[in-house]
């Protein structure tokens, strides 16, 4: 018997992909490594003019749009002006708040959970529902490390919060359309370097030592894992939450 080249399950051509944040840091990168799979990119974010340069270099078919996934209208906006239902949905947009609890202002609660939390939920409302009907489609979530544990020395009640609601939502959503032909999967990142990351007032030596591999990750370490759960090579997996931490929650 013949058997098919594995490879060929990692190749996207035919697919659209949006993902959400896509205008820098991992989103940007999920945009190049996507595209080069061969899928045509749809990369949302606040900013348009900020976004459309962001585009520029990503790839052969890239499109970018203005959205704001904390208001669900933007995202209907959003899923109106694309015409056509994604093949691939990656909600990646999210910010981060850090302060004690004591410091964590009402707002700074609203802000960071209505990003990371109700973003996810507005986007699957509208674009997951739409992949269940239609039987087919593919969410993945950039959750975090800090959905299953408390990093340290800083503290983020809002985040973590926000990032363990992203794995259940994973999870929910996972079950709900599994025999819909939609997966849902997530990813748990540790330490990253992006912009997020780059606050001078971070205590990242503290940050390091405490991962086993001994360095921050690098986008594209994470774009690589969003590509294989974007894929067919992970045909048989819904509702998983993947660490790419350098070893980070093992200790
Ligand atoms: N960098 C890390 O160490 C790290 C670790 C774990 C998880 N993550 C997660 O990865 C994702 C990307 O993080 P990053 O480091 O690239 O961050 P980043 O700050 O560099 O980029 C985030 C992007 O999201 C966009 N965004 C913010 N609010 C938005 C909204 N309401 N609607 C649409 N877009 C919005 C921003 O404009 C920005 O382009 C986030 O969900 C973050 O929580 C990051």
């Known amino acids: 018997m013949m058997h098919p080249n594995i490879l060929n399950r990692f190749d996207l051509a035919g697919r659209t992909a949006i993902i959400t944040g896509g205008a820098r840091g ?18 949302a974010d606040l900013d348009l003019e900020t976004v459309k340069k962001a585009a ?4 052969p078919d890239v499109k970018a749009f ?4 904390t208001d669900p209208q933007s995202v209907r906006d ?11 949905l990656v ?3 999210g910010v981060v708040r850090v302060a004690p609890t004591k410091d964590t202002s009402d707002d700074d609660w609203h802000f960071v959970t209505s990003v990371n939390l109700n973003g996810v939920f507005h986007c699957c409302k509208t674009f997951g529902v739409a992949m269940a009907e239609r039987g087919s489609g593919n969410v993945v979530n950039i959750g975090s490390m800090c959905g299953s544990i408390v990093v340290r020395p800083q503290n983020g009640p809002a985040y973590n919060a926000s990032k363990a609601g992203v794995h259940m939502l994973t ?11 939609v997966r849902v999967n997530a990813i748990a990142p540790g330490y990253i370097s992006t912009e997020m990351t780059s606050d001078p007032s971070y205590e990242i030596s503290t940050w390091v030592e405490l991962t086993p591999m001994g360095r921050f990750g690098r986008t594209d370490e994470v774009a690589s894992v969003v590509h294989f759960l974007a894929s067919d090579a992970s045909s048989y997996m819904t509702g998983s939450v993947i660490s790419v931490d350098g070893g980070y929650t093992c200790w």
């Open 78 to 88: 959003l899923a109106a002006a694309i015409g056509a239902c994604p093949d691939i």
């Open 91 to 93: 909600n990646n947009a």
């Open 171 to 181: 999870k929910t959503f996972a079950c709900e359309w599994a025999k819909s032909g």
């Open 66 to 69: 203005q959205c704001d996934v």
């Open 26 to 43: 991992i989103g940007l990168e999920i945009g190049r490594t996507l595209s080069m799979a061969g899928a045509s990119i749809i990369l």
């Open 56 to 59: 520029v270099g990503v790839g």
